[in-house]
């Protein structure tokens, strides 16, 4: 916007006496035209004084003025969190819009994670390793001196997938205890696997099959060479 005085309109010198104007701004001394494109919010204070120039005695006028800028509201635009795993590492970026400096927090990551932000951007990551497997209700909310906004996403950390470490059993011998363990892997830190053994076709006499412990025991009383199904989950 452009100031203006009444009277001669000729020959003025604008000029700041006191204050400032908002960071971006500047007047035009020649015209009184205040431009710009203001990179801080806030409110700001100055006074202008209008001044005839060359002529004796100095005739000039002053007026104080308020400019108020506000900021641009912080805005998540982050859609959506990925997946992981537990006891893998884990990064996902984070990123707000706004006006900085901005904070960002988070709140609900499961433990091993955090997350890393820096203010002056708006940009962040969550990093680290997470320790515990399920889906999480987290929040985000962002901050700046405008205003407050937040978004809440499911943020799912997967278990490990088990495998199988017995890739064959010992052999058995007709009228001979027989004992055997299936082992396996990929259980997470206080988890157990759990198992469903059986036969694929018809089962062997004398053997029994523990889904407790995944254990095959007994004493077969013929001979065969049999398969059987062991999902682990």
Do not use: H
């Not at 943020?155 to 490990?160: G, P, Q, T, Y």
């Not at 082992?183 to 089962?203: E, M, R, T, V």
């Amino acid at each position: 916007f452009a100031l203006s005085v009444y009277g001669s309109k000729s020959n003025i010198i604008w000029q700041i006496v006191s204050g400032s104007l908002p960071d971006g701004l500047n007047l035009n001394e020649s015209t009184g035209k205040i431009s710009g494109k203001p990179t801080k919010a806030g409110e700001y204070n100055f006074t202008v004084r209008a001044e005839v120039e060359n002529v004796t005695p100095t005739l000039y006028d002053e007026r104080s003025y308020t400019i108020k800028i506000s900021g641009i509201a912080p805005k998540i635009s982050t859609s959506s969190l990925k997946k992981g795993t537990i006891n893998k590492d884990y990064s996902a970026a984070i990123k707000a819009t706004g006006a900085t400096p901005m904070t960002l927090e988070i709140s609900g990551l499961p433990e091993g994670l955090s997350l890393n932000y820096d203010s002056s951007n708006g940009k962040g990551t969550i990093i680290g390793t997470p320790t515990e497997c399920g889906i999480f209700s987290v929040k985000l909310t962002a901050s700046n001196e405008t205003n407050t906004t937040s978004r809440t996403f499911n943020l799912v950390i997967n278990n490990i997938k088990p495998s199988f470490t017995s890739l064959s059993l010992p052999d058995a011998t007709i009228g001979q205890s027989y004992s055997a363990i299936i082992q396996a892997s990929g259980a997470a830190k206080g988890d157990n696997l759990s198992f469903i053994l059986s036969w694929s076709g018809k089962s062997i006499n004398g053997f029994k099959l523990d889904n407790s412990d995944a254990s095959i025991t007994g004493e077969p009383v013929e001979t065969s060479g049999k398969n059987f199904n062991a999902p682990g989950t």
